[in-house]
């Protein structure tokens, strides 16, 4: 389970992976599956989160986290003490300014594309994105000319929008 909108939780181990096979336990590198999580998976073009992992027994940093097929977060760890064994009872607490600055980013890939298609084009639609914690990247159709006078009134838009802090809501709903 994903815990959204949470920087910090506690979970149980259920399972361990090294070298692509199942494991009790570890103490260098490997994969760790939770019952619940707060760290976000790479998706959608937005990368993870990372973090620590904490209890008794050892302190991990987590160095990425990724989808398995059947939706479980994989969170890829490295062990700075201790070892990992499946069952235990950990604190997962995330990078909350990395987490911050990956929400601004990946907000303001919104506020680009509609001022894309304020500026340009109402038919602009993103065709894909990266947004990490210090960039973003949107990629768009757009079958006319990017004249330089259109781009700064786009990034002038944009800067407008941010300035005015537009109240922000976050609903989580079902799919269907």
């Not at 340009?120 to 990017?146: P, W």
């Amino acid at each position: 389970e994903f815990l959204y909108n949470t920087y910090k939780c506690k979970s149980k181990i259920i399972d361990l992976i090294v070298d692509e096979k199942i494991v009790d336990s570890f103490d260098k590198e490997g994969y760790i599956i939770f019952d619940k999580t707060c760290f976000y998976a790479t998706s959608g073009g937005q990368v993870s989160d990372t973090g620590m992992l904490i209890c008794d027994e050892f302190k991990a940093r987590v160095l990425d986290v990724f989808k398995a097929p059947n939706n479980q977060h994989i969170h890829k760890v490295k062990v700075l003490s201790g070892k990992v064994k499946k069952g235990l009872k950990v604190d997962l607490i995330i990078d909350d300014v990395k987490r911050k600055n990956i929400e601004a980013n990946h907000s303001s890939v919104h506020l680009l594309q509609y001022a894309l298609q304020q500026v340009f084009s109402k038919d602009i639609h993103q065709a894909g994105s990266r947004v990490d914690e210090l960039t973003l990247r949107f990629d768009f159709n757009y079958i006319g000319k990017l004249y330089d006078e259109k781009i700064i009134e786009v990034e002038e838009l944009v800067n407008k929008l941010i300035e005015d802090e537009l109240e922000q809501n976050t609903e989580v709903k079902k799919y269907d």
